[in-house]
């Protein structure tokens, strides 16, 4: 567990330890209607692919949603065909997968490189007969599409169906285990309500948090290192076993993603204001916040080279960065 004063001194450390590059920029519009970066993935080349949505509602939805893709400098849209919009959950470097809406409807959908153009040029393909999103898929290209109350797998041009119930997958690791958040109803914007944290390992489920609240699984590798917030904590699941990244006497915190090697991302604040992005392993933590002069508020996706996405409000603009690591990981900066 870190004491203040030793995030204080880690947070001082190597504020130049990365080079950052602008993923994009988009306008902000103002407390309702403002503009959104969302579903951000990060592939092990670098790609960086998500969604942005013109405007967010009074209790958190998303409209005009449009899928990006961001590969070796270059800023692309991807196709939505007849769609009026589309989101990108997950991926891997030959396949991205997410959802579009035709008439109304969410559909899952996955997009694949062009053999030449590459994701300048991708290809969209609507999968067949089903409402849902397509949130997660395996390095076999099994595609994982969540329905009501159920799980459905899209695995060569055949559908398979996993009844679990009100739950949001949020990934899988090598042994096929579910990470992911049970549920109890929605609330305003149809947010879920008193989400529980848990694996679906087989047919049982295994719940982190004992009695759900607002707790939230956020991400978890291949090897079933697990992160997300109890309360308003980030936390670290490791064989059943909860770990803290931060004491009590920083206000708020959350961990976003962790990759193959255990590094964590996130963001927290000290006082309730302003937010810091940061990277974390084994207990040492860096803070993000000085890497640009724009202020990185929020880190994103991390893939195993240590790439990170990171976020920050600039003025009347959001922007999107990847920091790359100078040459040396985290452990070696330690």
Known sequence: MLGALILVALASQNPTAYDTTLVLSMPTRGPVSRTWIGGVTLLEDDTVAGFTCDSVGVHGETFFAKPFVWSK??????????????????GTAQLLVGDVMVDHRDHPATWTPDPQGGWAKARL???????????????ERAVWVAGTESLLCWNGGKWSKLQLGSFILEGIDAKGRF???????????????????????????????????????????????AVGRV????????????????????????????????QIVGAFTFDGTETH???????ALRDLWNVH??????????????????????????RLYLLTPKGRELDSAR
């Open 73 to 90: 400098g270059t800023l692309s849209g991807l196709p939505l065909g007849k769609a009026e919009y589309g989101h990108v959950y997950a």
């Open 125 to 139: 393909t609507v999968l067949p007969y089903l409402e849902g999103r397509a949130v997660a898929v395996t390095p």
């Open 179 to 225: 990470y992911g958040n049970r549920f109890q109803g929605f609330g305003e914007g149809m947010s879920p309500q008193k989400t529980q944290p848990a694996i679906r390992n087989g047919t049982r489920w295994i719940d982190l948090v004992p009695e759900g609240s607002y707790d939230w699984l956020n991400a978890v590798n291949r090897q079933g290192l």
């Open 231 to 262: 309360g308003s904590r980030a936390v670290l699941w490791k064989s059943g076993a909860t770990t803290h990244l931060f004491d009590e006497k920083v206000k708020w915190s959350d961990a976003r993603a962790i990759n193959g090697l255990g």
């Open 277 to 283: 992005a940061y990277v974390w392993k084994d207990g």
């Open 293 to 318: 002069r724009d202020g990185m508020q929020e880190a994103l996706a991390i893939n195993d080279r240590g790439v990170i996405v990171a976020k920050a409000e600039a003025g009347y603009e959001t």
